[in-house]
């Protein structure tokens, strides 16, 4: 590094002694005794600190500033995947509840169904009793295999459903490119934990 043997006491020196008087004097005289009794080279110390400063301003704007974007970006991502399975967990919740809705639906009907078959049935003659209950009992058998069906479409649309959004949950938080492998994996664990 270059060097300058500038006086620049020499010319600071007067500036201070005439500002603030003989004290001022007496320390900047100190000082440079010590600079100089310590080999201090005021003029590349100071070009020091400058390229130190214009470093540290470089890296606040070109390296920090960008790597807390990068991790601001990241915990975002990471809170919406959070919020998304939440969703998904309501939603879930949703499905049970309506699905429980429909059976019970199902059964009060069939038992209204029931009810009717037999109040009809009553009201039949002897001969006519057991051709009425045996197409009020074929009701009802169509009845239960309609909700057995209705139950079983709405399962398995539900299984789909969720693991569609296990994968695709998966594959946000994870952030990676699922293979069909992993989905498949995926989608028989979320089915079997429905089914559980």
């Not at 270059?2 to 900047?28: D, R, Y």
């Not at 009793?129 to 398995?156: F, G, N, S």
Request: with cysteine; glycine share 4%; charged share 25%.
């Amino acid at each position: 590094m270059l060097s300058f043997s500038f006086p620049h006491h020499m010319i600071i020196a007067p500036i201070f002694a005439a500002a603030t008087g003989g004290l001022v004097e007496s320390l900047w005289g100190t000082a440079r005794e010590t600079g100089l009794q310590f080999g201090v080279n005021w003029p590349l110390f100071l070009s020091n600190a400058i390229s130190f400063l214009i470093v540290c301003v470089a890296l606040q704007h070109f390296a920090y500033r960008p790597v807390l974007s990068v991790l601001e970006e990241r915990r975002q991502r990471i809170a919406d995947s959070l919020n998304n399975a939440e969703k998904i967990k309501e939603q879930l919740a949703d499905a049970e509840a309506k699905h429980a809705e429909i059976l019970d639906r199902a059964n009060v009907e069939a038992q209204k169904m029931i009810t009717e078959a037999r109040a009809a049935v009553d009201a039949l003659a002897a001969i006519r009793e057991q051709q009425a209950i045996a197409e009020a009992e074929q009701i009802v058998t169509r009845a239960r295999e309609a909700t057995v069906l209705e139950h079983d479409r709405m399962l398995a649309d539900l299984r789909r459903e969720v693991a569609r959004l296990v994968v695709d949950t998966t594959g946000k938080v994870t952030g990676k490119v699922l293979t069909a492998e992993d989905q498949r994996r995926l989608s028989e664990e979320a089915a079997r934990e429905i089914a559980a």
